[in-house]
């Protein structure tokens, strides 16, 4: 079984939003080889469209390749690739304030495998579709301890595809009781990330999430989110957090390109319900205003996250 054949993709083609064929075969089918991505392009009030930071989702594709045994675009056919997406719907893309399109990469093993080995021929697609604003929805979060979403030495830390089907139940459960989505924990009680959405608390001055040792998605909002908070006279620090430090938080919020930061309402663990601060003068609410400002070009982009549409 080889990991690492050279090979490479041919130029695809833009085609209208259809139904593809799959060998019935195929890795992905068959065994889950598959891995995603996310992004978001915004219109700024000038009418110019930006991405944010494209090639971060092109790098996060390629770690995952490497864990699934898959050949994956270069970071430039990835970018390219989204950037035409964009370009040909461009007229789909919502005014600011509005939402966002937001583009979906797709990695699958196409080629047809019946033993469990990666396939012999890997497709690439993105799509793309208007999305509104995630932002108001509240938060009422619910600790997991039955359910794992990822293991150590697992795919836990890269965008597979297989992650996903299997928070379903968990998340159905904690509607079911009334909450809004799930934090999951490892083994060892240690807070990880809610279903896609990494995590942080801010206690006094100091403002923690868990590292993304394996088990956790490395979010490029929470990436994006470490870099910025010095602005606002905090320093991320990153470590273990024990379960029950969520009790000691003034605020939680969590980061992902679907919400960008959205501050925690509640967390309920072993039927307490811990209630944090959120809105005007929060640090979630001001990240989520420097962030959001940057990605919709209302705040100066210092850090060259953004990438314009030509
Ligand atoms: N964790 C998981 C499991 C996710 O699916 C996502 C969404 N990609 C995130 C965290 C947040 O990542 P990002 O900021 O790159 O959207």
Same mark, same amino acid.
């Given at each position: 079984m080889n990991c690492s054949k050279d090979q490479h993709f041919s130029q695809g083609t833009l085609t209208p939003f259809g139904k $593809?064929?799959?060998?019935p075969s195929s890795g992905i089918l068959n065994y889950g080889q598959g891995l995603f991505e996310g992004l978001k392009a915004h219109r700024t009030a000038n009418g110019r469209i930006l991405l944010f930071r494209?090639?971060?989702?092109?790098?996060?594709?390629? *770690?995952?390749?490497?864990?699934?045994?898959?050949?994956?675009?270069t970071v430039e056919q990835f970018v390219n690739a989204v950037k035409q997406t964009v370009h040909s719907n461009k007229r789909w893309v919502p005014p600011p304030g509005k939402g966002a399109m937001y583009i979906r990469p797709l990695l699958m093993g196409s080629g047809?495998?019946?033993?469990? !080995?990666p396939a012999s021929e890997y497709t690439f697609i993105t799509y793309a579709s208007p999305v509104g604003?995630?932002?108001?929805? *509240?938060?009422?979060?619910?600790? &997991?301890?039955?359910?794992r979403? #990822? $293991?150590?030495?697992?795919?836990?830390?890269?965008?597979?595809?297989?992650?996903? !089907?299997?928070?379903?139940k968990p998340i159905a459960e904690a509607k079911a009781k009334g909450f809004t989505d799930v934090l999951f924990l490892n083994a060892e009680k240690y807070i990880e990330e809610v279903s896609t959405t990494n995590i942080f608390l801010v206690k006094g001055?100091?403002?923690l999430t868990p590292p993304t040792s394996g088990t956790i998605l490395p979010g490029i909002t929470r990436k994006s989110i470490i870099e910025i908070t010095h602005v606002l006279g905090y320093q991320v620090k990153e470590r273990a957090?024990?379960?029950?430090?969520?009790?000691? !938080?003034? &605020?939680?919020?969590?980061?992902?390109?679907?919400?960008?930061?959205?501050?925690v309402n509640s967390i309920t663990y072993q039927?307490?319900?811990?209630?944090?601060?959120?809105? #005007?003068?929060?640090?979630?609410?001001?990240?989520? &205003?420097?962030?959001?400002?940057?990605?919709?070009?209302r705040i100066e982009d210092k850090m060259g996250w953004t990438v314009e549409l030509d």
């Open positions: $593809i064929e799959v060998n494209p090639e971060e989702n092109a790098m996060r594709m390629k *770690v995952g390749a490497k864990r699934m045994c898959m050949q994956a675009p047809p495998v019946l033993g469990v !080995a604003n995630y932002h108001k929805g *509240v938060l009422n979060l619910i600790v &997991e301890e039955k359910f979403r #990822a $293991i150590p030495g697992g795919t836990g830390g890269v965008k597979a595809v297989t992650n996903y !089907a299997i928070i379903y001055n100091e403002i957090i024990p379960v029950g430090e969520l009790f000691d !938080a003034e &605020e939680v919020f969590c980061t992902g390109t679907a919400v960008g930061v959205n501050s039927d307490t319900r811990i209630a944090y601060k959120r809105g #005007a003068g929060t640090v979630g609410q001001k990240l989520y &205003e420097m962030l959001t400002g940057i990605q919709t070009g």
